[in-house]
């Protein structure tokens, strides 16, 4: 038996395991008339997500205060498929940012405001990872009821490539690096006049979170593994040249007083997380 430490919606609880250890368990009306210390039955459980770090456990409530239940319940599962199918190795914040963009692009599909994604393709680079974010996508529309473009799977991807490294579990390094990279950037998004605010507080946020585990992938990356090909870096210049600029301009000063080594994917990384602050629209082809 498995004990409800929350009741989260008739379908979805929070449970207690061994080793103080929680899970949150998915299945059809199985919170119905059950309350915080009561009991449910295993094998009406249809999906358990486990979380296995306090971080985990911190980022499901934080989740919860502005996400329905119905998406991060999808975000956990996609992660699970990730890491157990595809064997994805992903950093915990991947939760909340992801759950942040599939809410976000549900929102847009649902208003009719939903524009294809403008990414550049990687799955040369990264086949594992698109693989995994296709099957994701096949999630997202079917828990959903959506039907979002196969496109999709290319932003979803991404979030997968963002989060690699080493789990939360194990030792954090460099929390002074972390500090410094995020004043750095602020300074040259101030710069710009790019400031937080209520319109750009979601995008601003998701970029903080990529800045407080770019320490940890840059420390633990092959400098020399580059996979981002020049000509996905030379469409993005050519689509978004603001964001490109500002971008190039992060990645220079970051490269030149932090880590001289780090490759230029981040670059391509930073443009996009820029286009999305800034919301530039792609540019005209000539």
Do not use: W
Not at 33 to 50: A, N, T
Not at 65 to 85: F, G, L, M, N, W
Not at 175 to 191: G, I, N
Not at 216 to 244: F, G, N
């Amino acid at each position: 038996m498995l004990k409800i430490a929350q009741v989260l919606n008739n379908n979805v609880v929070l449970v207690d395991l061994d080793n103080q250890r929680q899970a949150v368990a998915k299945g059809k009306g199985l919170a119905f008339q059950k309350r915080r210390g009561d009991f449910i039955e295993p094998q009406k459980v249809e999906k358990l997500f486990y979380l296995e770090t306090e971080t985990s456990r911190h980022n499901l409530y934080f989740l919860l205060k502005d996400i329905p239940i119905d998406v991060v319940t999808t975000t956990y599962e996609i992660i699970d498929v990730a890491q157990r199918k595809y064997h994805i190795p992903v950093l915990d914040y991947i939760y909340i940012t992801l759950s942040d963009h599939i809410f976000g692009a549900f929102k847009r599909f649902r208003d009719g405001s939903y524009i294809n994604s403008m990414i550049p393709d990687l799955h040369e680079q990264y086949p594992n990872e698109y693989a995994a974010a296709r099957e994701a996508l096949e999630i997202i529309n079917r828990n959903l009821n959506v039907k979002l473009p196969q496109s999709e799977a290319k932003n979803i991807a991404l979030h997968f490539i963002n989060a690699i490294g080493q789990s939360d579990s194990e030792q954090r390094f460099g929390e002074d690096k972390e500090a410094t990279v995020s004043d750095l950037v602020q300074k040259v998004l101030k710069r710009h006049g790019i400031l937080r605010s209520t319109s750009n507080s979601n995008y601003y946020d998701r970029f903080m979170i990529h800045l407080q585990y770019l320490v940890d992938r840059l420390q633990h990356a092959d400098p020399a593994a580059t996979v981002i090909l020049p000509k996905v870096v030379s469409e993005l210049e050519s689509s978004y040249p603001k964001s490109y600029v500002i971008a190039t301009e992060i990645f220079d000063e970051i490269k030149t007083e932090i880590y001289p080594e780090m490759s230029e994917d981040e670059r391509l990384y930073f443009v996009i997380h820029i286009q999305r602050l800034i919301t530039e629209p792609p540019a005209e082809s000539n």
